[in-house]
Nanobody, 123 residues
């Protein structure tokens, strides 16, 4: 089972950017679809973005489309989430996940979750 560790969160002003990283252990990283979810206090967990194993397909939640970009480097066992033009409503804990597939709105058959990284956007 792959283990995931996120980094790159922090405090940023509205309009700013952060790049989140998720480092995966194990030799099977490239076989997984990867994704990001987020959860704000008092709110349900929300799909943010996903990418298939070959990077040929990417998917985004409506609230982040055009502002966030997901990518992966299979040689480095790492997936990234570039977040631009951040808004206060993007404030949440961001979680990296590994699953068996991805399609619009979901990473399917999730096998592993990271511990999360906090993103706080001030107005």
């Amino acid at each position: 089972q792959v283990q995931l560790v996120e980094s790159g969160g922090g405090l940023v002003q509205a309009g700013g950017s952060l790049r989140l990283s998720c480092a995966a252990s194990g030799r099977t990283f490239r076989s997984y679809a990867m994704g990001w979810y987020r959860q704000a206090p008092g709110k349900e967990r929300e799909f943010v973005a996903a990418i298939n194993w070959s990077s040929s397909n990417t998917y985004y939640g409506d609230s982040v489309k055009g502002r966030f970009t997901i990518s992966r480097d299979n040689a480095k066992n790492t997936v990234y989430l570039q977040t631009n033009n951040l808004k206060p409503e993007d404030t949440a804990v961001y979680y990296c996940v590994a699953g068996l597939g991805a399609r619009q709105g979901v990473v399917t058959d999730i096998r592993s979750w990271g511990q999360g990284t906090q993103v706080t956007v001030s107005s």
